[in-house]
């Protein structure tokens, strides 16, 4: 509380993204864990909450006549441009704020400050939702081949890996020490996929203390084992998913990359996905044409092309595409490595399996996917998704592109996953959230050490207690498109602007209809007449059985009741005009009057949508509800139309 | 003339079809008066029928004596034909150049197509204008132009003020180009606000007045209210017409009006954007970066969005402003039937029905004289210079699929009615979107000689394939996004025949069985529910008698 400057403040504008000249008057709170933005129109209370922990910068502009700008970014792409009156308060607010979303330690975040209304026994339940293990042995391990190595219990040989890992069943303990001593961190090979089906699997590393000459026996005996645990093949694929240059570079400080002469049997591959720093600047880039105010077409696309983003996504499904057909196709296993191992070779590793196992594409799936090739292999999500105030060089879209590799699919293949659209996103908020103890810390040994299992609410369990909102209606789980290795189109124009994540929050820019809604709801309102039918075909037989006797059936509450379908629902929400009249006013300077048209009076084109005031106070992530614009006009229009009609 | 002159070698044995995602087909090529054939040997193959109008341009090839010819489509799509036989394979390509370039009308395969089908309804009388235009006081139809006199682009009967009276039309028509005097495109229901449209007027240089073209068009204003001019020309675009006899209003003249000036382009731009646009998406080896600068530099997305715009502008101003609207740019056949009809989509509903829709082209386009017969005479892969050709219906179409998206619910049609009206627009067996005017389609005598589009469309199967699962009637005024996030490229047309469209396919079928599922169960359930309350009702009676 002590960073808390100034609590409270009234008469802030918040301004509108889409239409400047439409902004909402109200007050805006510091919370400890929440900026509170709080507007009363016409008696009805409006809120939009935002975490602390989801700013990403808060900036404050030169004053103006009018106020104080302040323009708050977000982490889950939100950004509110808010007008202060004094620049004292806005001083005030600033400074509160960069200190507030800037934890310095660990203790600040808000998973140890966050207490749903939850016991103690479930809290401990939420976390046995998801066990590693059972994902292992899905895929039928340990067997013969692989076994579960006790080597890194106590994080001795390498501090970011997990405590469990599976090698293959002829390395020993001295081979697994050996070989962890050759690589980066000491992140030896370990095993992150197994296709039942033909024995290959993806296994992933660190890379090699190589330099220009040296050699490890231990380490070529590791991937000798590997290559030993897939018997139908001769061979196995070494992947660098680091762009060659940037491997060639690695040598002179003694790291690189595999000689194939000194390996057996192994074919070497670079796969050029650019590193966390181009990464960071490409979205950093496109963000910034996202946010562009009424772009033309040339400016979207343009940007759209320079940041480079959707090159990158494509680099990074190219690579998965690569290791997916290595495994199913050839029957060929394959060892991931970039630098570390835990940036690219999580990505490619976990598309790979996504393309690879219909499992990872349903809702339990892509969360074991997560926990298993981000969590346990040790993504620095607290370093990538700058959790404290830390070095910004080490902050890098890494997941980002993980998710969006799984949504590019999805817009592929409609059918192919449980989930929709919603969970990915749901998910990206909460990574940077810090509600949830998931994704705080570097490592295992980390989140270990600061008792998240003990003091924190895991988000797993959390989404599938509501995994109905999840849910892809066209999924079948006996459909054809959903069985196999997917094979996606990766021609350039296959890529899709993410609209849905890095616009969300502009609401005007999404269909004003849900397709899935409404099939959503249809899908409800079968399932309840299975269920009348069922009852009416009993209470029939029963009926036609009871001959002669006096049974008086209450007519049943079966009246069809139609699930909202959301459509008029959402219509309202977002169906006003936009500003088209761009060209109008810059083309005609000799307008008698700049009251005319075009700029619909209803301040309520609702770009940003405010957040419901929960009880278990989750900002920034669910309730979107905003108030509907038409029933004004249908009041306003009229009027007019009154006016000619009695003239006429 | 014979095509039999046209048709040097008829037929050729052992042709192998090429087509993208589908296997190779082998088998006899033969060619008719407006046919490409070609039939496998083995029994349940398809075959391939390609009209000869729908063939944009070929290219030959030779390695030996093995031929290719590679046809490229109207409607986007590439086929190659392997050909052995040097002296076929060059028949055959000269055979389709001059049967796929008749010069005469007449000859087209509309005039020789019988319907296969009953025809229940003849289109060629679904929509006529008394029927529409009927309701409207303050209007009426004049016949004004029932012999074309006044105008060679407007159809026989037009909707104009009531009290402005023939001799008045007359005159304006000389003002206007083309005789394109203000007419009545639309009628706001809601509020009684009109929008209408025209050719520019003719000031010229030296400014010239006409005193019955303000008359005209002040009248439809009803006194104290404002009207707008929407002219899709930028203001210099509008300023050079003068020195070619063109123009536009001067407030000055129409002191009701207000003009607005956006910046639609001319056709032969449209077309070299149609033309960049389809070479993107054809070149299948370039990376990212390329992709995305091509598709910027086609200006296609820039296209969609300046028209949209334009037409929610319009509808903004009718609905929202409470104002008439009067969109003209040069001739008026091109960008301004885009704007006045896509406003029609986003304030009417009717429009948005499949009936209503046809009713929107054919009143629209067909009627207002869009000069089809010129615009669609050359697709994305023509070799010569565009002179008349270009994409402005497909644009417009284009436009109509963004709106579709962005609410899907609330279309009667589906996508495969827009991609159906691309193709018959280029290519058909229909009269429909034959000649560049009422007055060439009744010269041509097309509703004697041909069959209607509409007659074929409008079947209970037909309407079926084309209606949307998901419409439930909405009554509003439905504001579409445009900013470059809300608008896509429209794959259904322009990626249709470079990737296998299967994984959507089976989406869609998809939802339409969870939609027809639910239909069943509710059926069910409510002949069970009588069958309980028969069963209920009788129970007691037998109890009391």
């Known amino acids: 509380m002590e960073h808390i400057r100034l609590p409270k403040v009234e008469n802030v504008r918040l301004l509108d993204r889409v239409s400047p000249r439409r902004s909402r008057v109200g007050t805006l709170y510091l919370t400890a864990t929440h900026s509170i933005f709080v507007v009363n129109e016409a008696g009805v209370r409006n809120e939009t909450w935002v975490l602390h922990s989801l700013v990403f910068s808060a900036e404050k502009q030169a004053a103006t006549p009018s106020g104080c700008p302040l323009i708050i970014h977000c982490k889950n792409f939100q950004v509110l441009h808010f007008v202060i009156p004094r620049e004292r308060e806005c001083h005030d607010v600033h400074l509160s704020l960069q200190r507030l979303s800037q934890p310095e330690s660990y203790e600040e975040l808000y998973c140890f400050s966050y207490k749903p209304n939850v016991d103690e026994v479930e809290r401990r339940q939420e976390w046995d939702f998801l066990d590693l293990k059972t994902d292992y042995s899905r895929m039928g391990l340990p067997n013969s081949l692989w076994k579960l190595s006790p080597v890194n219990r106590h994080y001795k040989v390498s501090d970011t890996y997990p405590a469990d890992l599976f090698v293959p069943e002829s390395a020993t303990p001295p081979v697994i020490v050996g070989s962890s001593k050759f690589r980066s961190r000491g992140r030896f090979p370990a095993l992150s996929y197994y296709s039942k089906e033909n024995h290959a699997a993806i296994c992933r590393s660190s890379q090699p203390l190589s330099g220009f000459s040296a050699r490890c026996l231990e380490d070529e005996q590791m991937l000798e084992a590997i290559l030993r645990s897939n018997p139908c093949s001769d061979f196995m694929y070494v992947v660098d998913t680091r762009p060659k240059l940037n491997a060639i570079a690695n040598r002179a400080a003694g790291k690189g990359y595999e000689n194939e002469d000194n390996y057996s049997n192994i074919k070497f591959q670079f796969i050029g996905i650019e590193n966390i720093h181009v990464m960071r600047n490409s979205q950093q880039k496109m963000l910034e044409v996202c946010e562009l105010r009424s772009p033309s077409m ?67 799936g892509i969360m074991v996917l997560i926990e298993k090739d981000w969590i346990s292999f040790g993504h620095k999500f607290s370093h990538r998704c700058n959790h404290l105030d830390g070095d910004p060089k080490e902050v890098s879209p890494v997941i980002d592109q993980f998710l969006e590799c799984v949504w590019q699919l999805m817009e592929q293949f409609p059918c192919a996953f449980e989930f929709s659209e919603r969970l990915l996103i749901t998910i990206h908020s909460h990574i940077y959230s810090c509600q949830y103890g998931n994704f705080i810390g570097n490592n295992q040994r980390e989140r270990i050490e600061l008792g998240v299992r003990e003091r924190t609410h895991s988000l797993w369990s959390h989404l599938w207690t509501n995994h109905a909102d999840y849910i892809n209606p066209l999924y079948r789980p006996d459909h054809s498109q959903t069985q196999g290795l997917l094979r996606p189109s990766t021609a350039p124009y296959s890529f899709k602007f993410w609209r849905g994540l890095y616009n969300r929050f502009d609401r005007g820019m999404h269909p004003r209809q849900s397709v899935e809604d409404y099939l959503r709801a249809i899908q409800e309102e079968t399932q309840q007449l299975e269920e009348q039918l069922a009852s009416h075909k009993q209470k029939i037989t029963q009926l036609e059985q009871e001959q002669g006797w006096s049974v008086t059936w209450k007519a049943a509450t079966c009246d069809k009741s139609p699930t909202v379908r959301a459509l008029g629902n959402d219509l309202s929400l977002a169906n006003t005009p936009q500003d088209y009249t761009d060209g109008f006013i810059t083309n005609s300077p000799k307008a008698p009057d700049d009251s005319l048209i075009l700029q619909p009076q209803d301040s309520s084109q609702t770009s940003e949508p405010s957040f419901s005031n929960g009880s278990d106070q989750e900002s920034g992530i669910a309730d979107l509800s905003c108030r509907s614009p038409l029933s004004e006009d249908s009041t306003r229009d009229p009027d007019s139309d009154e006016a000619a009609y009695s003239a006429a | 003339m014979e095509f039999a002159e046209l048709i040097k070698t008829p037929r050729v044995d052992g042709v192998v079809l090429h087509r993208p995602f589908l296997p190779t087909v082998e088998g006899t090529l033969c060619l008719t ?24 341009s070929i290219e030959k090839r030779f390695v030996g004596s093995l031929g290719s010819i590679i046809v490229k489509c109207k409607d986007l799509r590439v086929i190659q034909l392997d050909i052995p036989g040097m002296e076929e394979c060059l028949n055959i390509s000269s055979s389709i150049e001059a049967l796929s370039t008749l010069d005469s009308v007449s000859l087209m395969y509309p005039f020789f197509y019988r319907p296969m089908f009953e025809v229940i309804e003849d289109g060629w009388n679904s929509f006529l204008p008394q029927d529409f235009y009927w309701w409207f006081y303050e209007w009426r139809l004049s016949e004004v132009n029932t012999d074309f006199s006044v105008c060679l682009s407007y159809p026989p009967l037009v909707a104009v003020p009531k009290d402005v009276d023939d001799d008045t039309l007359r005159k304006v028509s000389t003002f206007r180009h083309g005789g394109r005097f203000p007419v009545l495109s639309y009628y706001h229901k809601k509020n009684g606000m009109v929008m209408m449209r025209a050719g520019q007027p003719l000031t010229g240089t030296n400014g010239r007045r006409c005193k019955e073209d303000e008359k005209l068009i002040n009248a439809t204003l009803r006194p104290g209210k404002r009207g707008y001019i929407i002219d899709t020309r930028t203001v210099n675009v509008a300023q050079q017409a003068k020195a070619r006899g063109g123009g536009f209003e001067l407030e000055a003249n129409y002191p009701q009006w207000r003009r607005i000036h956006k910046a639609l382009e001319r056709s032969n731009v449209l077309q070299d954007s149609l033309i960049k646009l389809v070479e993107a998406c054809n070149d299948q080896n370039h990376s990212m970066d390329r992709w995305l600068s091509k598709l910027e530099a086609s200006s296609w997305q820039s296209n969609v969005k300046e028209i949209l715009t334009t037409a929610c502008l319009a509808a903004q101003c009718i609905d929202r402003e409470g104002a008439s609207v ?144 998901l419409y439930e009637a909405n009554s509003l005024v439905i504001w579409p996004s445009v900013a470059p996030q809300s608008l896509l490229l429209w794959e259904g047309v322009f990626l249709r025949w470079n990737r296998s469209s299967k994984c959507l396919d089976e989406a869609y079928e998809e939802m339409v069985h969870i939609i027809e599922y639910n239909k069943e169960l509710q059926n069910k359930v409510n002949s069970l529910r009588r069958q309980l309350a028969e069963l209920e009702t009788e129970d007691p009676l037998l109890q009391e008698s």
């Not at chain 1, 680099?315 to 690219?344: N, P, Y």
Request: glycine content about 6%; overall charge negative.
């Open chain 2, 326 to 469: 009067l969109v003209h740019g040069t001739e008026g056949t091109d960008s301004t039937l885009q704007v006045t009809s896509l406003a029609q989509i986003i304030l009417d509903p009717t429009c948005r029905t499949i009936r209503g829709f046809q009713g929107l082209v054919e009143r629209e386009w067909l009627q207002a004289g869009h000069p089809f017969q010129q615009r669609c005479s050359q697709s994305a892969f023509s070799n010569t210079k565009p002179r008349v050709e270009a994409p402005v219906f497909l644009l417009f179409l284009d436009c109509v699929w963004q709106i579709l998206r962005q609410f899907p619910c609330s279309f009667e049609f589906c996508e495969s009615f827009l991609v159906l009206l691309f193709e018959h627009a280029y290519a058909s067996q229909f009269g429909t979107f034959l000649g560049n005017s009422a007055a060439d389609r009744s010269k041509l005598s097309l509703p004697e000689k041909t069959v209607s589009l509409w007659s074929w469309v409008n079947r209970p199967q037909e309407l079926e394939r084309l209606s949307n699962p």
């Open chain 2, 33 to 56: 008066g407006h046919h490409l054939i070609l039939s496998s040997r083995q029994d349940n193959t398809e075959e391939l029928w390609l009209l000869h109008s729908n063939i944009d």
């Open chain 1, 298 to 364: 040339s400016d979207f696309l343009e940007g759209l092309e320079s940041s480079g983003w959707l090159k990158h996504i494509k680099a990074v499904l190219d690579a998965g595409i690569f290791i997916a057909k290595a495994v199913a196709e050839e029957g060929v296993s394959v060892l991931v490595h970039c630098s570390d191992g835990w940036d690219r070779t999580a990505q490619v590793c976990s598309v790979a399996s996504v393309l690879l196992d219909p499992y990872y594409r349903t809702i339990r």
